[in-house]
Nanobody, 116 residues
Framework: QVQLVESGGGLVQAGGSLRLSCAASGTIISIKTMRWYRQAPGEQRELVAS???????NYTESVKGRFTVSRDNAKNTVYLQMNSLKPEDTAVYYCNTNSPRGVEYWGQGTQVTVSS
């Protein structure tokens, strides 16, 4: 059973930083593409960042230069370092991966609130 558990969210002032963690069990993240999504109230879920098994990263335009996705294979954990946070980054952040057959797995989400 694959489980993804996010942590690290919270309330921060604009310009501040947070680091989100996604601890995985039941799967080995080193062989999977891992993704971070976010969903703001009234908005659709948005892909924020991803990292492939070979370490290739991709970011949505609005977070480029501010967010960094990384992985620690020994800890089976993926991180999202978020710097220079803006109020528009306020959302619930979710960790995601999928099985080879396309089954999607999601964490429970962690709330990030950026005050102006």
């Amino acid at each position: 059973q694959v489980q993804l558990v996010e942590s690290g969210g919270g309330l921060v002032q604009a310009g501040g930083s947070l680091r989100l963690s996604c601890a995985a069990s039941g799967t080995i993240i080193s062989i999977k593409t891992m993704r971070w999504y976010r969903q703001a109230p009234g908005e659709q879920r948005e892909l924020v960042a991803s990292i492939t098994p070979v370490g290739r990263t991709n970011y949505t335009e609005s977070v480029k230069g501010r967010f960094t996705v990384s992985r620690d294979n020994a800890k089976n954990t993926v991180y999202l370092q978020m710097n220079s946070l803006k109020p528009e980054d306020t959302a619930v952040y979710y960790c995601n991966t999928n099985s080879p057959r396309g089954v999607e797995y999601w964490g429970q989400g962690t709330q990030v609130t950026v005050s102006s």
